[in-house]
């Protein structure tokens, strides 16, 4: 018979009763490995293990949608580039079209700030088209390290562009002539 320790297990349970737990669990152990079970460990390792497994695909999955959605902005971001640097170009061509263009987002600035709407961009936008165009330009289609230029591209003046066709620009110019 082994020699044990004070322990509480010793205290609460009698060196007798441990002696007696030992063996009977020595016994169980055999008599399930006789059997041919599986130690009772191994459902919980199995499980652990799986938790793990779906775990990493998760992961996996995770970061393959946070890849799609970082390339789905990359690719917004340059669209609004492309759309900008086009804006920009109209605008130094002059002409009536440029005229339409500009008197529109003024219009929109204004709106934002009558509706206390883009509070933060519209004093910027506003102060840029009433300065330098070139200077404007230059800024908007910027890669500053601020992010600025970015944000200001993402709630921009000139979106209304989109819903008006090329040819209500010449009819605007026409009606201005007459």
């Not at 060196?15 to 008599?31: A, F, M, Q, W």
Request: hydrophobic share 40%.
């Amino acid at each position: 018979m082994e020699k044990r320790h004070c322990s509480l297990e010793n205290l609460l349970l009698g060196s007798d009763s441990l002696d007696r737990i030992s063996k009977s669990v020595k016994e169980s152990v055999s008599l399930a490995d006789a059997a041919g079970l599986p130690p009772a460990y191994e459902p919980a390792f199995s499980k652990l293990n799986a938790f793990r497994d779906e775990q990493s695909k998760s992961r996996d999955e995770l970061l393959r949608l946070r890849r799609e959605a970082r390339a789905e902005k990359a690719e917004r971001d340059n669209a609004t580039l492309e759309f900008h640097r086009k804006v920009f170009d109209l605008l130094a061509e002059g002409g009536q079209p440029a005229h339409f263009i500009m008197r529109k987002a003024m219009e929109m600035i204004q709106l934002w700030e009558n509706k206390g709407l883009n509070g933060m961009y519209s004093p910027i936008w506003k102060q840029l088209l009433e300065g330098s165009p070139v200077s404007a330009r230059d800024f908007i289609l910027s890669d500053n390290e601020s992010g600025w230029p970015l944000a200001l591209r993402s709630a921009s003046p000139f979106t209304h562009i989109v819903a008006y066709p090329e040819d209500e620009w010449d009819r605007e110019g026409e009606a201005a002539k007459k």
